[in-house]
């Protein structure tokens, strides 16, 4: 890619031609997307994670050194965010598996007769309370865990960001473990 360009597109962005960054994005787009794709495994994913790369970069592009590649200080965001999302995930795989061990040890600390009803009287609260969600609710749900949708795939049918799906499950999971909890008559 020309350089010059680069940087006289940077200096026109910072000297207040903000509709110049669409310029710069258009130029680098491309490169950024292939590198991203080639780091993560969902398309989703990859397309959130190139979006926040040059949301990041046009917060910071006063910072930029026009001395230095653009593209290899896109780069450089994009490897950064990518880095940050994988983190994300293994936080929230390490997470989900933290609360499999413990689901199963409280079943295991109840007396056998009492796990069987436990269980039971659980899922039958799980079913009612599921039957009440709204409509919006139970196909999100559905295409999560009925479906086995990946959290990206579930945000692309929705037509929502990857954060708001994610923190729409976790809204919709409370309101489920609340009901649950409200319903289940442990003894």
Do not use: K
Request: glycine share 6%; with cysteine.
């Amino acid at each position: 890619m020309d350089e010059t360009a680069d940087q006289l597109l940077v200096a026109a962005v910072l000297a207040g031609d903000c509709e110049r960054y669409a310029d710069l994005v258009r130029r680098h787009h491309r490169g950024v997307c292939r590198m991203v794709a080639q780091l993560l495994s969902h398309r989703h994913e990859s397309d959130e994670v190139v979006q926040d790369v040059f949301v990041t970069a046009y917060r910071s592009l006063a910072t930029f050194d026009t001395t230095r590649s653009f593209a290899g200080w896109l780069h450089g965001i994009a490897r950064n965010q990518v880095l940050m999302r994988l983190r994300t995930q293994r936080r929230a795989h390490r997470l989900l598996e933290e609360y499999r061990v413990e689901a199963v040890r409280e079943l295991d600390d109840s007396d056998a007769g009492d796990a069987g009803h436990v269980r039971d009287e659980r899922h039958s609260a799980l079913q009612r309370c599921q039957e009440e969600l709204s409509p919006y609710a139970a196909e999100v749900i559905a295409l999560r865990y009925g479906q086995g949708l990946d959290l990206g795939e579930v945000a692309a049918r929705l037509g929502r960001s990857l954060d708001a799906t994610r923190q729409l499950l976790y809204r919709i999971r409370a309101q489920l473990r609340a009901c649950v909890e409200a319903r289940a008559v442990v003894r």
